[in-house]
C-alpha cells in the first residue's frame, strides 16, 4: 500500500509533448524572470562553496519537476555561461521531447557502453538554445537505479563538471523510486519542487528526510503552479522558499 495517497491521475503530456519552455518563448514575461529568481538565489547560496551540478526533484510525478529543471537550465545558459542538461529520469525521461530530439542516444548509451572511453562529442546533443546542451535519457533501462550508481556515472559528472561552467540534471521523483536518493549524493546540490495544492506535506517532509540520509545537499525549495497576479495568463507561475516546508506566500 503506498504510503502517500494521490488522488490525481498522473499526466503523461510532459513525457509525451515536452516542457513548456516559457524562458524561450517569453523571455522577458514575469514568469521568465521568476525563473532567473530562482537562478540568482542559488547563485547566493554559492558563494562559500561554488555549486557546478545541480538536480532539481520533486516528492511525486506530475508536480513540475521537468519544467522547472528545464527553464532554469535555459536562464542558467543565458548568462553567457556553458550548461549541460541531463535527463537522468531514465523510467519517465522528457528532455527529448522538449528540445525535440533524437533519444536513440543518450545517457544510458555512455552508462552500458562496453569501451573504456566514449566520444561525449557523439552523444551530448546542441539544445537549439545557445550555451545549452542535452544529454537525453537514452533508450530505457531495465536497471536505471543500478546505472545512476555506478561509477561510471560518476566518472561521467566529474568530467562534464570540467567541460561545462554548470550541470544540470533532472532526476526522478524521491518518493516513486530509490534513483535520486542515490545520485544526490554526489551532486553539489539538490532543489525541491513543490506544486501548490497538490504535493502534501507529509510527502515533502519524507522527501526532506530521504535527502538528508543521502547527505544530500538540499538547498531548498520551488514553489510550483502559483496562482499569483500577472501569472494567469500563462496559466502557471513560480515562486522560491529558503527551507523545507510550506510557505503561505510565494516570492
Known amino acids: 500500500m503506498s504510503l502517500f495517497h494521490r488522488t490525481q491521475k498522473q499526466s503523461t503530456d510532459t513525457m509525451d509533448n515536452g516542457a513548456k519552455l516559457i524562458t524561450v518563448a517569453h523571455p522577458k514575461s514575469p514568469i521568465s524572470e521568476q525563473f532567473r529568481t530562482i537562478r540568482t538565489n542559488i547563485n547566493f547560496m554559492a558563494i562559500d562553496k561554488p555549486i557546478k551540478t545541480l538536480a532539481l ?57 562496453g569501451n573504456n572511453s566514449v566520444d561525449l562529442r557523439e552523444i551530448i546533443q546542441s539544445s537549439g538554445v545557445e550555451n545549452l546542451d542535452i544529454l537525453t535519457s537514452g533508450p530505457i533501462p531495465p536497471n536505471p537505479a543500478e546505472l545512476l550508481n555506478s561509477q561510471r556515472m560518476r566518472t561521467l559528472l566529474d568530467t562534464v563538471k570540467s ?59 520551488v514553489m510550483n503552479d502559483v496562482n499569483a497576479d500577472g501569472d494567469a495568463a500563462y496559466g502557471y507561475g513560480y515562486g522560491y522558499g529558503y527551507g523545507y516546508g510550506y510557505r503561505e506566500n510565494t516570492e
Open 57 to 113: 526533484t520533486s516528492a511525486n510525478v506530475s508536480e513540475g519537476k521537468s519544467t522547472v529543471t528545464d527553464n532554469v537550465a535555459v536562464v542558467w545558459a543565458q548568462t553567457g555561461q556553458r550548461v549541460l542538461l541531463i535527463d537522468s529520469d531514465l523510467r519517465r525521461p522528457t528532455l527529448h521531447a522538449t528540445f525535440s530530439k533524437s533519444n536513440q542516444r543518450g545517457l544510458t548509451t555512455i552508462l552500458t557502453s
Open 163 to 221: 567541460i561545462y561552467d554548470m550541470v544540470i540534471v533532472d532526476v526522478p521523483p524521491m518518493l516513486e523510486v530509490t534513483d535520486t536518493q542515490i545520485l544526490s549524493r554526489h551532486l553539489d546540490a539538490v532543489v525541491l519542487v513543490v506544486k501548490q495544492e497538490q504535493t502534501q506535506k507529509l510527502a515533502v517532509k519524507r522527501t526532506v528526510e530521504l535527502l538528508k540520509l543521502a547527505h544530500a545537499n538540499l538547498l531548498g525549495y
